[in-house]
């Protein structure tokens, strides 16, 4: 469907879409997930991931510009060749798994996690889970898989810096970086392989520009209002809210 054809209702869905994905990628967390289903419906589960990941490069340029600064590289590195290998079994069994069993798998995966840590948090547990290279490994695989499938990836990666107990700064950084380097990774296999990236898909995603940048810019402004303690159980409490979204 040309960019000039598409009807109002698909215009309003696509800029709502890319004004909480801006907001998500500047520390939101937890909003990104609401544009998936919302846009799978819309365009399509597959094509619809096409249109998405050019604007969440977007939004991670302009994430990485402004907390470039307060990244930990050691546990980017660290969660890095597991979600590579992920994405990879990503792009092979795209097609073998339904958007329904895609989506139960992971909110129950994110929600088992995050009831995990918070237990951890209540009981002041020593943190021998967090810094297990296994817990790396499983993070990065199941993140590598949901990103490549559904762009759905935000959850457990919320959950691995939460679990590490960063700074609010550092957990915007960081997770800034991760997605953007892992979302470039992508589009070769989304241009060549799916070939959900195409020159529609990228007047989409043009069009929802400045909708991002003015979401990213409200995002960075509303997360300077929260302290540390209560955005930690921001990221909490949005992550489940998420995570539970993937299952309507």
């Not at 997930?33 to 619809?48: C, D, Q, R, T, W």
């Not at 895609?102 to 929600?111: D, E």
């Not at 990666?157 to 609010?168: D, E, H, N, T």
């Amino acid at each position: 469907m040309m960019i000039e054809n598409l009807e109002v209702s698909l215009i309003l869905i696509l800029l709502t879409s890319a004004l909480v994905t801006g907001m998500a990628k500047a520390g939101i967390s937890g909003l990104g997930l609401i544009s998936i289903p919302i846009m799978a419906i819309s365009f399509g589960a597959k094509a619809s991931t096409g249109v998405l990941l050019p604007m969440l490069i977007i939004a991670d340029i302009y994430a990485v510009i402004y907390y470039h600064r307060s990244a930990e590289w050691k546990l980017i590195l660290k969660i890095l060749p597991p979600a590579i290998v992920g994405i990879l079994i990503g792009i092979v069994t795209g097609n073998a798994i339904s958007p329904a069993q895609f989506k139960t798998l992971l909110s129950g995966i994110v929600l088992v996690m995050i009831i995990i840590m918070v237990v951890r948090d209540l009981v002041k547990k020593d943190r021998k889970v967090p810094d297990s290279p296994w817990f790396a490994i499983v993070i990065g695989l199941v993140g590598g898989f949901a990103t490549m499938i559904g762009n759905a990836a935000g959850p457990v990666f919320a959950v691995y810096l939460l679990s590490m107990r960063l700074p609010k700064n550092s957990f915007i950084g960081t997770g800034a970086w991760f997605f953007f380097i892992v979302n470039v990774f992508k589009v070769p296999f989304h241009v060549f392989v799916w070939e959900t990236i195409n020159p529609i898909s990228i007047q989409y995603s043009l069009l929802a520009l400045p909708v991002i940048m003015l979401g990213a810019w409200l995002g960075i402004r509303i997360v300077r209002l929260f302290p540390e303690k209560v955005y930690r159980w921001f990221i909490v409490v949005s992550t489940s809210l998420s995570a539970l979204l993937l299952l309507m």
